[in-house]
């Protein structure tokens, strides 16, 4: 059950979430500052630059000894409702990842896992698991360039089925 917090409290809340994604401490000052937010840390943890952690409720998100966040990920346990987030022992989420949690339930980033950068996460990831997008593939051919001063209809016009290999 979650408790509403008062004004003050949610203020603060925001303001160390700010604090944390700027100061420097990977190791150190950063998983303290989320630590006095509520977020629940056990043991160390690395968290990068820029990161977000949920700011309503960060006391539903929990990260487990040697769990590593990588820059500019974000960490979401509400949508329309708060949900939990647990990021397991030696779990490494790359850079630029979202995890948002369904409402009501819990999302687990399983032990030893492994999310590759740019990643979305909306359900559990198994233990021992490397999870993530496909590299960057061909779309189109592009035949007028996306230049600054390119209409953006005459880029789209200009684009071009690709050929079969």
Do not use: W
């Amino acid at each position: 059950m979650i408790k509403k917090k008062s004004a003050l409290r949610r203020t603060l809340n925001r303001v160390l979430g700010m604090l944390a994604r700027f100061l420097p401490g990977a190791t150190s000052l950063r998983p303290f500052i989320h630590k006095l937010r509520g977020v629940r840390i056990s043991g160390r943890v690395f968290i990068g630059d820029d990161v977000y952690v949920e700011n309503e409720y960060p006391e539903c998100i929990e990260l487990c000894d040697g769990a590593q966040i990588c820059l500019r990920s974000t960490l979401i346990a509400h949508t329309r409702g708060p949900g939990r987030i647990v990021v397991g022992r030696n779990a490494f989420l790359g850079a630029n990842c979202v995890v948002t949690a369904p409402v009501g339930k819990t999302l687990t980033i399983g032990e030893g896992s492994v999310v590759t950068a740019c990643s979305v996460i909306a359900s559990n990831v198994p233990a021992f698991t490397m999870v993530g997008i496909e590299k960057a593939k061909r779309l189109a051919e592009v035949t007028v360039p996306l230049a600054m001063d390119t209409p953006y209809e005459s880029f789209v016009a200009g684009l071009r089925p690709l050929k079969p290999r």
